[in-house]
């Protein structure tokens, strides 16, 4: 990510769960609520269920991010 100058955001419950398994970025910033976001996001990645993609759906819907990837690691999948 660093090479490629990626910046990423990241949930902070998330990272809390993350940082100490997987090496981050030194630049990696964490959000927790819609107003932490800045407009300079590129594409967001939804990771989780599809409770987590309405909840990050519903997060950043004043938001102009495009596109949002949604990542199924839930059970049923329906979205």
């Not at 269920?49 to 309405?54: H, V």
């Not at 909840?55 to 950043?60: K, S």
């Not at 938001?63 to 059970?75: A, T």
Request: glycine share 8%; no cysteine; net charge negative.
């Amino acid at each position: 990510m660093e090479k490629q100058n990626i910046q990423p955001v990241i949930f902070l419950p998330f990272f809390q769960q993350i940082r100490d398994r997987i090496h981050l970025p030194a630049s990696a910033t964490t959000f927790y609520l819609s107003e932490d976001l800045n407009e300079a996001i590129d594409f967001l990645i939804s990771l989780g269920g599809d409770g987590t993609l309405l909840d990050t759906l519903t997060l950043i819907q004043d938001k102009k991010y495009s596109p949002s990837w949604g990542i199924n690691f839930g059970h049923l999948g329906f979205l």
